[in-house]
Protein backbone atom coordinates (compact mmCIF):
# COMPACT_ATOMS: atom_id res chain seq x y z
CA UNK A 1 0.00 0.00 0.00
CA UNK A 2 1.60 3.37 -0.97
CA UNK A 3 0.44 6.44 1.72
CA UNK A 4 1.23 9.89 0.17
CA UNK A 5 1.18 12.88 2.81
CA UNK A 6 1.57 16.27 1.19
CA UNK A 7 2.52 19.56 3.56
CA UNK A 8 3.65 23.29 3.08
CA UNK A 9 0.50 25.01 2.24
CA UNK A 10 -1.32 28.00 3.97
CA UNK A 11 -1.88 31.45 3.13
CA UNK A 12 0.15 33.69 1.64
CA UNK A 13 0.26 37.44 -0.17
CA UNK A 14 -0.29 37.59 -4.27
CA UNK A 15 3.24 37.71 -5.79
CA UNK A 16 4.68 35.42 -2.58
CA UNK A 17 6.06 31.67 -2.23
CA UNK A 18 5.59 28.51 -1.23
CA UNK A 19 7.07 25.35 -1.16
CA UNK A 20 4.82 22.08 -0.88
CA UNK A 21 6.45 18.82 0.01
CA UNK A 22 4.63 15.14 -0.96
CA UNK A 23 5.99 12.31 1.29
CA UNK A 24 5.59 8.68 0.20
CA UNK A 25 5.62 5.46 1.26
CA UNK A 26 5.88 2.31 -0.51
CA UNK A 27 8.24 0.83 -2.90
CA UNK A 28 6.24 1.95 -5.97
CA UNK A 29 7.46 5.53 -5.25
CA UNK A 30 10.95 5.37 -7.25
CA UNK A 31 9.69 3.41 -10.63
CA UNK A 32 6.82 5.72 -11.21
CA UNK A 33 6.24 8.70 -12.68
CA UNK A 34 4.65 11.72 -9.60
CA UNK A 35 2.40 14.73 -10.35
CA UNK A 36 0.80 17.65 -8.76
CA UNK A 37 -2.99 18.31 -9.12
CA UNK A 38 -5.04 21.06 -7.82
CA UNK A 39 -8.80 21.55 -7.40
CA UNK A 40 -10.63 25.07 -6.58
CA UNK A 41 -13.78 25.34 -5.08
CA UNK A 42 -16.44 24.23 -7.77
CA UNK A 43 -14.15 23.18 -10.00
CA UNK A 44 -12.75 20.28 -11.61
CA UNK A 45 -8.92 19.11 -10.72
CA UNK A 46 -7.02 20.44 -12.96
CA UNK A 47 -3.53 19.02 -13.85
CA UNK A 48 -0.20 21.34 -12.51
CA UNK A 49 2.66 19.81 -12.78
CA UNK A 50 4.42 16.05 -13.72
CA UNK A 51 8.03 14.40 -13.17
CA UNK A 52 9.30 11.55 -14.81
CA UNK A 53 10.31 8.12 -12.13
CA UNK A 54 13.89 9.78 -12.71
CA UNK A 55 13.59 13.13 -12.34
CA UNK A 56 14.61 14.31 -15.57
CA UNK A 57 11.46 14.89 -17.79
CA UNK A 58 9.07 17.62 -16.39
CA UNK A 59 5.54 18.81 -17.46
CA UNK A 60 3.76 21.75 -16.21
CA UNK A 61 0.37 23.21 -17.01
CA UNK A 62 0.71 26.73 -19.19
CA UNK A 63 -0.92 28.49 -15.98
CA UNK A 64 2.01 27.55 -13.76
CA UNK A 65 4.90 27.05 -16.73
CA UNK A 66 7.80 29.71 -15.29
CA UNK A 67 6.33 30.19 -11.75
CA UNK A 68 6.45 26.36 -10.70
CA UNK A 69 9.10 23.97 -10.17
CA UNK A 70 9.03 20.14 -9.36
CA UNK A 71 11.06 18.33 -8.45
CA UNK A 72 11.89 14.62 -6.36
CA UNK A 73 14.71 12.98 -4.46
CA UNK A 74 13.80 9.29 -4.50
CA UNK A 75 16.20 8.47 -1.76
CA UNK A 76 13.76 10.24 0.36
CA UNK A 77 10.47 9.10 -1.23
CA UNK A 78 9.56 12.82 -1.14
CA UNK A 79 8.45 14.94 -4.43
CA UNK A 80 8.33 18.74 -3.67
CA UNK A 81 6.44 21.60 -5.64
CA UNK A 82 7.99 25.06 -5.55
CA UNK A 83 5.72 27.67 -6.16
CA UNK A 84 6.63 31.47 -6.85
CA UNK A 85 4.71 34.70 -8.04
CA UNK A 86 1.76 33.42 -6.84
CA UNK A 87 -1.85 35.12 -7.82
CA UNK A 88 -5.08 34.47 -6.34
CA UNK A 89 -5.85 31.65 -9.39
CA UNK A 90 -3.40 29.09 -7.71
CA UNK A 91 -5.80 28.95 -4.46
CA UNK A 92 -6.73 25.39 -4.24
CA UNK A 93 -6.12 22.56 -2.71
CA UNK A 94 -3.17 20.68 -4.02
CA UNK A 95 -2.49 16.83 -4.08
CA UNK A 96 0.33 14.59 -5.01
CA UNK A 97 -0.13 11.18 -7.21
CA UNK A 98 1.71 8.63 -8.09
CA UNK A 99 0.96 7.95 -11.53
CA UNK A 100 0.13 4.13 -12.34
CA UNK A 101 3.42 3.71 -14.93
CA UNK A 102 6.72 5.55 -15.28
CA UNK A 103 5.66 7.79 -17.70
CA UNK A 104 4.34 10.99 -17.03
CA UNK A 105 0.79 12.32 -18.03
CA UNK A 106 -1.62 15.27 -17.26
CA UNK A 107 -4.84 12.87 -17.16
CA UNK A 108 -5.73 12.53 -13.40
CA UNK A 109 -7.11 9.21 -14.47
CA UNK A 110 -3.72 7.83 -15.01
CA UNK A 111 -2.81 8.53 -11.25
CA UNK A 112 -3.00 5.54 -8.95
CA UNK A 113 -2.96 6.86 -5.75
CA UNK A 114 -3.16 9.82 -4.19
CA UNK A 115 -2.34 12.21 -1.09
CA UNK A 116 -5.40 13.94 1.21
CA UNK A 117 -4.69 17.40 0.11
CA UNK A 118 -2.94 20.60 1.00
CA UNK A 119 -4.83 23.71 1.13
CA UNK A 120 -3.25 26.71 -0.45
CA UNK A 121 -4.56 30.34 0.09
CA UNK A 122 -3.32 33.17 -2.05
CA UNK A 123 -4.54 36.64 -1.19
CA UNK A 124 -4.75 39.71 -3.64
Known amino acids: QVQLVESGGGLVQAGGSLRLSCAAS????????MGWFRQAPEKDREFVAA????????YYADSVKGRFTISRDNAKNTVDLQMSSLKPDDTAIYYC?????????????????WGQGTQVTVSS
Open 51 to 58: ISWSGGPT
Open 97 to 113: AVARTAVTSTSHYDYRY
Open 26 to 33: GRIFSTNA
